[in-house]
């Protein structure tokens, strides 16, 4: 059944804190962000295997920021750089504590750990038409963030490099995003794109699979979950405005950190100054009273 545009977003179930059972169902997401991870996100969440991780609940979700949703960032960020397997899966567990789901980055890139983890749950790979549609999508929001470049977006670029906010979003990126998609290069990243794509077709089972592009709308979802289709419409929702909005934000905060940052360099400038002719002026006293 194909989807049209949803125009109000639906609501989203929110994750009660409590460990999960390692045999329940549910969906480990195993595509990038900007392949149609949000619209699959609400529709996990309607059809009943919500919550759902995503990165848009992860930094700005209706969790509070301290302590939960910092526990899930830093636990993820660690998880990244953890080698050891029963390590990182503990980490992944704190930070998917009370979620059934996951979609989207950083949790997709985790996605062979959540199989070993949950034997019981499908692997939904959101794709989109063609390579160079996720990579038009990319460049136009998440990469700005995750690449910033001063010559292209200076108040972004400021924001993650000069305020603690900012730097804190920088750390979690490269110890999540940055390990499977290291460049801003338009070929490198079409290349990690395909590669990725061929690599989960490969890694996992046929039975346990569903190569899924939200345009295809409840019916192979709700198969493939073993799931009556629901009667409503399939979420088909576009986050660039928001992402984008989200932006603007944080771009205002680069240019108040640029002022403060300024203000605070004159204000030091001149009082070394003065220091520096106060003592010129003592030395002057000094000598006059020698003479």
């Known amino acids: 059944m194909p989807t049209t545009k949803t125009t109000t977003q ?101 996605y062979k750990d959540f199989m070993e983890m949950y034997p019981n749950k499908k692997v939904v790979l959101t794709v989109r038409g063609n390579a160079s549609e996720w990579l038009k999508s990319c460049q136009a929001t998440i990469c700005k963030m995750i690449f910033p470049d001063f010559a292209v977006d200076p108040f972004l670029w400021l924001f993650v490099k000069i305020t603690p906010p900012g730097m804190f979003v920088d750390y979690f990126f490269t110890n999540t995003i940055k390990q499977v998609l290291p460049s801003s290069d338009p070929q490198l990243m079409l290349a990690v794109y395909d590669k990725w794509v061929e690599d989960v077709k490969r890694s996992v089972p046929k039975e346990r699979l569903l190569v899924f592009d939200v345009k295809e709308g409840w019916e192979p979802l709700a198969k493939s979950l073993d799931l009556p289709t629901p009667s409503t419409p399939f979420p088909r929702l576009n986050d660039a405005d928001q992402i984008n909005a989200e932006f603007n934000g944080m771009r205002a905060v680069g240019a108040l950190a640029l002022v403060f940052y300024l203000i605070m360099a004159f204000l030091l400038g001149r009082k070394a100054l003065r220091m520096v002719g106060i003592g010129g002026q003592r030395r002057i006293v000094k000598s006059s009273k020698a003479e």
């Open 10 to 110: 639906p609501k989203m179930v929110e994750p009660v804190e409590t460990d999960r059972d390692p045999n329940e169902t549910g969906v480990i997401g195993a595509g990038f962000g900007r392949t149609g991870t949000n619209s699959l996100m609400f529709a996990l969440d309607e059809i009943g295997v919500g919550a759902t991780m995503h990165m848009l609940r992860l930094l700005g979700g209706s969790e509070p920021l301290f302590p939960t949703r910092l526990r899930r960032i830093l636990a993820f960020s660690s998880a990244g750089a953890e080698k050891d397997k029963q390590k990182r899966q503990e980490l992944l567990r704190v930070a998917m504590k009370g979620y059934r789901s996951e979609v989207d980055f950083p949790a997709s890139i985790f």
